[in-house]
């Protein structure tokens, strides 16, 4: 069974920085693109950035010069450098990854989220 882990949420005055991980555990076979969205109270869920398993990343115009996406095929772990933060990027950050595991082939999965809370 295949589990995403995130971690890394807190709060952060505005202007900060943090740094979430997803870690993927289970019986993986590969990892294609991996991606963070968020979800504010009384919004729809938003993509903030995704990476190719190649290492290629897209960002939402929102988060651009401001946020990294990176990954660690090795450690089956993705990260999400936030920096600047502004009280706008709050809300609760999902990691999003397309794995092929043993007996379900390949498919999307989700981690439980993490929270951030950014204080003006």
């Known amino acids: 069974q295949v589990q995403l882990v995130e971690s890394g949420g807190g709060l952060v005055q505005a202007g900060g920085s943090l740094r979430l991980s997803c870690a993927a555990s289970?019986?993986?076979?590969?990892?294609?693109?991996m991606g963070w969205y968020r979800q504010a109270p009384g919004k729809q869920r938003e993509l903030v950035a995704s990476?190719?398993?190649?290492?290629?990343?897209n960002y939402a115009d929102s988060v651009k010069g401001r946020f990294t996406i990176s990954r660690d095929n090795a450690k089956n772990t993705g990260y999400l450098q936030m920096n600047g933060l502004k009280p706008e990027d709050a809300g609760v950050y999902y990691c999003?990854?397309?794995?092929?595991?043993?007996?379900?082939?390949?498919?999307?999965?989700w981690g439980q989220g993490t929270q951030v809370t950014v204080s003006s």
């Open positions: 999003n990854a397309k794995i092929a595991s043993g007996g379900l082939g390949s498919r999307y999965y």
């Open positions: 289970g019986s993986i076979f590969s990892i294609n693109a």
């Open positions: 990476i190719t398993n190649g290492g290629s990343p």
